[in-house]
């Protein structure tokens, strides 16, 4: 009897860059990095002070896959400090005290409406760019708390919610697997895609040619999304200060990056793309 060959099926991967909107040098290199190298989505923040800037740098390249950077933590509020009080400053700003802020979440009710009043805005921002969503994640993971990824799905489905990004990295801390094992119970439940696999949590602000061959030298089966925080140049902002945003760059423009991802993997444009789910 013949023996007919067998299909091997690449592992997939999703090349996205975050914090799209927060600087023209963010939108620059988010630009290039589609033109001339991997780079195939990217995480639009919808409140950020170069948000027309990118968006008409998107409109520029339809085919760049644009999500929804929801933004909780550590950045500029879409509505004004009137409405959310319990939320942010005088100057419409988020802090960064993510621990106590999530007991507020999930115990504060009146904190909680704020809340989904904030991220409904940032999703209508959103759907008012005209840009097609293709995924949502939060800034600094913040969807991994529950009250938050409640409030995503619900209100997403709203907008056409179709694909979260799971922020399961291999090898993280034993804490944190629970979390992760409820967050992607709760997405498959909801019926919405998502990566197998994210890299970049370790090497936050470090993703140079470097840490990116490494990893696609072992990436696993499945679909797995690398994520970058690229700028075309220098210093952005107080919590990024030692982030290397060109270096970062310089790995989406990598021959060998692209020579090692051409070689191995299919290059997905977007959590959208039919071979982004394709078994």
Not at 144 to 168: C, D, K, N, V
Not at 224 to 240: K, N, Q
Request: charged share 20%.
């Amino acid at each position: 009897m013949q023996t007919l060959p067998t299909t091997t099926i690449r592992p997939r991967l999703i090349v996205t860059a975050d914090d799209f909107g927060l600087h023209e040098a963010v939108n620059e290199a988010v630009a290039r990095g589609y033109r001339d190298g991997v780079l195939r989505a990217a995480s639009l923040m919808v409140a950020a002070p170069a948000v027309a800037d990118a968006v008409a740098r998107a409109k520029q390249h339809p085919q760049l896959a644009v999500g929804l950077h929801l933004v909780l933590a550590d950045g500029r509020a879409m509505l004004p400090p009137t409405r959310i009080p319990d939320l942010v400053d005088a100057r419409g700003m988020f802090n960064a005290d993510m621990v106590r802020n999530g007991f507020r979440f999930f115990f504060l009710p009146h904190v909680r409406r704020q809340l989904a009043d904030e991220i409904r805005a940032q999703f209508d921002a959103f759907a008012a760019t005209g840009l097609r969503l293709d995924h949502v994640n939060a800034h600094k993971h913040f969807h991994l708390h529950p009250t938050i990824l409640s409030l995503m799905l619900s209100i997403g489905r709203e907008y056409g919610l179709r694909a979260i990004r799971l922020p399961a990295e291999p090898g993280m801390g034993p804490w944190l697997r629970p979390w992760l094992a409820l967050m992607r119970w709760r997405i498959n439940k909801a019926g919405i895609a998502h990566n197998d696999h994210v890299f970049g949590i370790r090497h936050s602000g470090g993703m140079d040619e470097a840490a990116m061959l490494a990893i696609l030298d072992q990436l696993p089966e499945g679909l797995s999304e690398i994520y970058l925080h690229p700028a075309s140049h220098g210093h952005l902002t107080d919590s990024m200060a030692n982030y290397r945003h060109a270096d970062e760059l310089a790995a989406l423009l990598s021959p060998r990056v692209r020579d090692v991802i051409g070689a191995r993997y299919t290059l997905c444009d977007g959590f959208t793309d039919p071979a982004a789910t394709a078994a």
